[in-house]
Structure formats: structure tokens, C-alpha cells
């Protein structure tokens, strides 16, 4: 267990959210909201006048703060940036696309169900199990 992810343990870590606005006031009525002292938020509501580029740049910084332990995406705006939710590979942030009112949830785009699928398929390849 060399390989380790230390998650920060300061007085506590964040969940980041990139959705449609129903389910961000969802989660900030939940206590999920945060500002900082330099007015950034853990959240990005998305409608129809975000841009791709501003979804990008959200997620970019999201899954660099060190303050954050969870980044929740709506999977409808995840498959806007799909190439760049399937290329991240660390453990901490944790990446979590769930569904929205508007969107049900597709379990064959979810990058993260896939590669479970993918570790199990190996795994019972490598130990004659299939």
C-alpha cells in the first residue's frame, strides 16, 4: 500500500458540483455550497448559455484544488467534456456523474462504471474465472 492517496485532512475537503440549477440548489439547500475569501464558488450551474469552454475551465479547477474531495457532474454535461472526464485517472478528486430532472441516468457513458466493468473483465481473464 505504498501507493496511497493522502486526501488533505485539514478541517475538511468539498464536494464540487457542475449541474443544471434544480440540482445545484438541491445540494447548496443540502449545506453543500461554499465561497472562499476570494468569491470562488465549488459549484458551476449550467444552462443554456454556458459555453463547453466554461465547463472545461470548471472542471480544470475543480479537479486541481486541493480543498475539494468529490467533483459531482450532471452525466449530461459530463458527455459535453466526455474526452476529459474519460483522461482524468487520479483517485482524489473523485470524480461522480449522477443524473438530473431533465436527463435520466446512462450507465454506458459513466467513465467510472466503465472502467469497474473493465477491472473486473481483467481480473477474471487474469484468474481463469470466466
Avoid: C, W
Wanted: aromatic content about 8%.
Amino acid at each position: 500500500m505504498a501507493n496511497k492517496v493522502q486526501v488533505p485532512t485539514r478541517n475538511s475537503a468539498l464536494i464540487a458540483m457542475i449541474a443544471d440549477e434544480d440540482t445545484i440548489t438541491g445540494f447548496l439547500l443540502a449545506g453543500v455550497g461554499n465561497v472562499d475569501l476570494r468569491r470562488k464558488t465549488n459549484y458551476l450551474i449550467v444552462d443554456s448559455k454556458t459555453t463547453v469552454k466554461q465547463i472545461e475551465e470548471a472542471f480544470k479547477e475543480f479537479t486541481t484544488r486541493e480543498d475539494i474531495a468529490i467533483v459531482m457532474i450532471s452525466q449530461y454535461v459530463a458527455n459535453m467534456i466526455r474526452f476529459l472526464v474519460d483522461s482524468y485517472n487520479k483517485p482524489v478528486p473523485a470524480i461522480l456523474e449522477i443524473p438530473s430532472k431533465d436527463h435520466p441516468y446512462d450507465p454506458t457513458h459513466d467513465s467510472v462504471l466503465s472502467r469497474v466493468k473493465y477491472l473486473f473483465s481483467a481480473e477474471s481473464v487474469a484468474s481463469g474465472k470466466r
